[in-house]
């Protein structure tokens, strides 16, 4: 008489990547393994790296989500940028941006920084863009967040921003200008 074995598959965890970590180390655990990336030698960075470097360290597919806050206006080249993070992020898998929001303060008083974001640039990497042909990074968006942390009175008023971004973009973002833009996308192979 034959034994019947049960196959039970065990999730593996997930892996992760914080780019442009700095001092910001995200500690893996049982359930995801984080890589910590900067250009800097700073304690609890796994990898130095260059973001203008390109291949980045990873082999393809590699990544179920990355989180970059405050990194990607530093890429001297964006589209290539998002490009190498396309590549290198699993079949559906999610990217967590946060970046200075034009024209916040934040956006304008760093010399480092190399481009400017508003509600809509991402829009460049939707599948169903206008100038879809110049890039082959595809992705959705499942979410996009005005904040206004630099001024706790005003987070009230980030949910009328949000709710009606294009109005707010053409007509209060110098008076009442954010600070951040968080945008959530999803990759689409």
């Not at 989180?67 to 990607?72: E, K, L, M, R, W």
């Not at 206008?130 to 005003?154: G, H, Q």
Request: charged residues 25%; contains cysteine.
């Amino acid at each position: 008489m034959k034994s019947s074995l049960i196959k039970i598959k065990i999730p593996l965890e997930k892996i992760k990547l914080n780019l442009g970590c700095g001092k910001v180390i995200k500690k893996s655990s049982p359930q995801e393994k984080w890589i910590n990336m900067d250009i800097a030698k700073l304690p609890g960075v796994d990898i130095v790296w260059n973001l203008d470097k390109y291949p980045w360290p990873f082999k393809n597919n590699t990544f179920d989500e990355v989180y970059a806050s405050h990194v990607i206006e530093h890429a001297a080249d964006l589209i290539k940028c998002m490009e190498e993070l396309y590549r290198i992020i699993k079949q559906k898998g999610m990217i967590n941006i946060k970046v200075p929001f034009f024209p916040g303060l934040y956006a304008m008083n760093d010399p480092t920084h190399k481009h400017f974001f508003t509600y809509f640039t991402f829009e460049y990497f939707t599948p169903d863009h206008t100038y879809d042909y110049y890039s082959k990074a595809k992705f959705y968006i499942v979410k996009r967040k005005i904040i206004f942390s630099w001024n706790p009175y005003l987070k009230w008023i980030s949910q009328f921003i949000n709710v009606h971004p294009k109005f707010y973009s053409r007509y209060l973002s110098f008076i009442l200008p954010s600070n951040e833009l968080q945008i959530i996308l999803q990759v689409v192979k």
